[in-house]
T-cell receptor, first 115, second 113 residues
Framework: SQQGEEDPQALSIQEGENATMNCSYKTSINNLQWYRQNSGRGLVHLILIRSNEREKHSGRLRVTLDTSKKSSSLLITASRAADTASYFC???????????????FGTGTRLKVLA | NAGVTQTPKFRVLKTGQSMTLLCAQDMNHEYMYWYRQDPGMGLRLIHY???????AKGEVPDGYNVSRLKKQNFLLGLESAAPSQTSVYFC????????????FGSGTRLTVV
């Protein structure tokens, strides 16, 4: 039961360009997170945006959330070769009374930054 | 500062064999999770735990069992491995409710032949 779906599935850009990835989801959420996964490694948490927030920044990362469109975007500015990785969104719509926010992950966007 | 450590990193099993994957975290996190990652499927939640002595089923629990006897450890067991369980397994932990994000281990690549 996929909740978040990233778009595009793969993206190839030149170093220095901006990379934009999108995540669409089906049901209302409590919050949404973005993760990065380098090849053969575990996922690394990048940023969390809550359902009542519209935009967050962290260094070269900018995340937006549009709950009316059920979508989020991750923008990486001035990309570097080291940004080459897969990027996943994860959404939670678990009620707080359940005791945990269970996150459902999308299938990811594979980003390749060419030097 | 190890974070989340998974052992082993690689394993090949024959169909019908059993094994246990170990996850250990040193961040005093209450919540721990086991995911599997398959090509084109993203990560799918197998089981999770909200505290020592508690476990709950996730999205794809069949064929797996878990135990959380100590707060820092979360074990994933396969009693009778099947080729469909060939996958990369990730353990993660988080503080209460996971609202600040998960910390993932580096994964266990399991092949069942």
């Amino acid at each position: 039961s996929q909740q978040g779906e990233e778009d595009p599935q793969a993206l190839s850009i030149q170093e220095g360009e901006n990379a934009t990835m999108n995540c669409s989801y089906k049901t209302s959420i409590n919050n949404l997170q973005w993760y990065r996964q380098n090849s053969g490694r575990g996922l690394v948490h990048l940023i969390l945006i809550r359902s009542n927030e519209r935009e967050k920044h962290s260094g070269r990362l900018r995340v937006t959330l549009d709950t009316s469109k059920k979508s989020s975007s991750l923008l990486i500015t001035a990309s570097r070769a080291a940004d080459t990785a897969s990027y996943f969104c994860a959404t939670s719509n678990s009620p707080a009374t359940s005791g945990t926010y269970k996150y459902i992950f999308g299938t990811g966007t594979r980003l390749k930054v060419l030097a | 500062n190890a974070g989340v450590t998974q052992t082993p990193k690689f394993r090949v099993l024959k169909t019908g064999q059993s094994m246990t994957l170990l996850c250990a975290q040193d961040m005093n996190h209450e919540y721990m999770y086991w995911y599997r990652q398959d090509p084109g499927m993203g990560l799918r939640l197998i089981h999770y735990s909200v505290g020592e002595g508690t476990t709950a089923k996730g999205e794809v629990p069949d064929g797996y069992n878990v135990s959380r006897l100590k707060k820092q450890n979360f074990l994933l067991g396969l009693e009778s491995a099947a080729p469909s369980q060939t996958s990369v397994y990730f353990c993660a932990s988080s503080s209460q409710y996971g609202r600040d994000g998960y910390t993932f281990g580096s994964g266990t690549r399991l092949t069942v032949v």
